[in-house]
């Protein structure tokens, strides 16, 4: 008899891992195929080989619109949660909204099926909300530490590494591959990136007491003098971003006035009320630049200048500055590059034959007191 259960045992072990096996080759043969951008963390398992543990935008509920039914629905941990996906220029998938309530199949919409693992999603920083059972990718033994190398480390050059990835109609996805950003980005955040009380006051957003004081002073000429004055003699930088070609061809951008093929805006920007502050860069005209491969294109962005400031809504009036003037350490930014908010083709300066680069640049993020993801 009790050799009869453990054969038995074994036989239902087996048509398990068989019927896994099966399910996973399955959604690879027949399911849709897509590529989407992720952002490695830890390198690897001594137990269970080498893999790269992988964190995506989609993790998080506040990367995209939630579209919860019925509108009032609070989903709790261990419930479904379904990512609408979207193709993005350059051919990467990204969330469009998220849904407690599986897509009509008639729809044709792409989605992967997740579960919740947070009672309170949506509002804490650099955190998986929903997975997907695709935030691991094995590899062969040795090679993780590879992958990370490639993919870089805080505060310098990193890499966007492309996972691709199979699913079904069901929204089940398996991993079963990857591939590289042909760019990478990097900030470099300076020594003395906070700004000083003066510099607060100047911006507007100082404690009451500056405020008083300037309005004590304000018929008197000197007061803009001494604004202008505290503003010059700040000539550092507080931060520089870094695009270098990693690919083997030259690659266009298109990077107007200003420097406005780039844009500063919150990391949760679902959810926050930070905005970059209307007509910024609504007058600018095309400018193709060509990057060799191996080129790097470095820009100093100075925070206190206008083209950077954000808006944020106060109890009685919306205030536009320095981000770092508003002493919010919690909110953190990122600097963006979109194809799709650029135009057409490149002329000018860069080869005619050579279409602008699609896709999407996303710096590491960064907060008011010059902290780094």
Not at 122 to 137: H, P, T
Not at 182 to 199: Q, T, V
């Amino acid at each position: 008899m009790r050799n009869t259960l453990l054969a038995l045992c074994i036989a239902a072990q087996a048509f398990t891992l068989a019927w896994m096996v099966y399910g996973r080759e399955s959604v690879i043969a027949h399911g849709a195929s897509v590529s989407i951008a992720t952002a490695p963390l830890d390198p690897r398992d001594p137990f269970r080989g080498d893999f790269v543990r992988l964190r995506y935008a989609l993790n998080s509920l506040s990367h995209a619109p939630t579209h919860w039914i019925p509108a009032d629905a609070q989903p709790r941990k261990g419930d479904r949660i379904y990512a609408v996906l979207q193709e993005r220029p350059g051919g990467l998938h990204d969330v469009a909204y998220f849904t407690n309530v599986k897509p009509d199949n008639t729809t044709n919409e792409l989605f992967l099926r997740g579960r919740l693992r947070t009672d309170n999603p949506g509002n804490a920083f650099n955190r998986v909300d929903v997975g997907y059972g695709i935030e691991q990718l094995f590899v062969e033994q040795g090679h993780g530490i590879d992958i990370e190398q490639r993919q870089g480390v805080r505060g310098g050059l990193q890499n966007a590494m492309h996972a691709r990835v199979s699913i079904d109609a069901n929204g089940t996805a398996v991993l079963t591959g990857h591939d590289w950003n042909a760019l990478a980005i990097g900030i470099e955040i300076a020594s003395d990136f906070a700004l000083n009380r003066g510099a607060d006051a100047d911006n507007g957003v100082g404690a009451t007491t500056d405020t008083d004081t300037d309005t004590d002073t304000d018929t008197d000429t000197d007061t803009d003098t001494d604004t202008d004055t505290d503003t010059d003699t700040d000539n550092t930088v507080p931060l520089t971003l870094t695009i270098v070609n990693q690919s083997n061809a030259p690659i266009g951008l298109n990077n107007p006035g200003d420097n406005c093929g780039f844009r500063l805006e919150p990391m949760n920007r679902i959810i926050s009320e930070y905005r970059e502050p209307e007509g910024i860069c609504s007058d600018q005209s095309e400018a193709p630049l060509t990057l060799a491969p191996g080129e790097p294109l470095v820009i100093p962005i100075d925070l206190s200048a206008p083209r950077w400031h954000m808006s944020l809504p106060l109890a009685d009036e919306t205030r536009t500055a320095d981000i770092r003037s508003f002493r919010d350490n919690g909110e953190w930014f990122r600097l963006v590059y979109r194809s799709d908010e650029q135009n057409g083709q490149v002329s000018g300066s860069a080869s005619a034959s050579t279409a602008y680069w699609q896709g999407e640049l996303i710096s590491q993020a960064f907060n008011a007191l010059g902290q780094v993801d």
